[in-house]
Nanobody
Framework: QEELVESGGGSVLAGGSMRLSCVLS????????MGWVRQTPGKEREGVAA????????DYSDSVKGRFTISRDRDRNTLYLDMANLKPEDAGVYSC??????????????????????WGQGTQVTVSS
């Protein structure tokens, strides 16, 4: 059974940095897609970054491109999201998600309708101005 456990959320001042981590366990297939999705009250969920393990291809939403970096440590089965130059609008609950399909083509991972197979429990990020 696949399980995703996030950590690293908290509070930061605007302009600051933060790293989120997501430990993945129970995965038995060689290629899969992982992403970070944030949810803010009153707004649709937003996929902010995705990584496809075949070749470690990555993609970002326009709102975070150039500020956020998604990466993984294969040995630790951990996905990271390094966030820099944080803005108040980056605040929300960040969840890591995993899908068995290839998700980058057509940027479908970023669609609010993309149904990730597995989700973590989420971690709160607060950005104060």
């Amino acid at each position: 059974q696949e399980e995703l456990v996030e950590s690293g959320g908290g509070s930061v001042l605007a302009g600051g940095s933060m790293r989120l981590s997501c430990v993945l366990s129970g995965v038995t297939y060689s290629s899969y897609c992982m992403g970070w999705v944030r949810q803010t009250p009153g707004k649709e969920r937003e996929g902010v970054a995705a990584l496809y393990t075949a070749g470690d291809q990555v993609d970002y939403s326009d709102s975070v491109k150039g500020r956020f970096t998604i990466s993984r440590d294969r040995d630790r089965n951990t996905l990271y999201l390094d966030m820099a130059n944080l803005k108040p609008e980056d605040a929300g609950v960040y969840s890591c998600a995993m899908d068995r399909r290839s998700c980058l083509a057509g940027r479908r991972w970023s669609s609010t309708k993309f149904s990730w197979n597995y989700w973590g429990q989420g971690t709160q990020v607060t950005v104060s101005s």
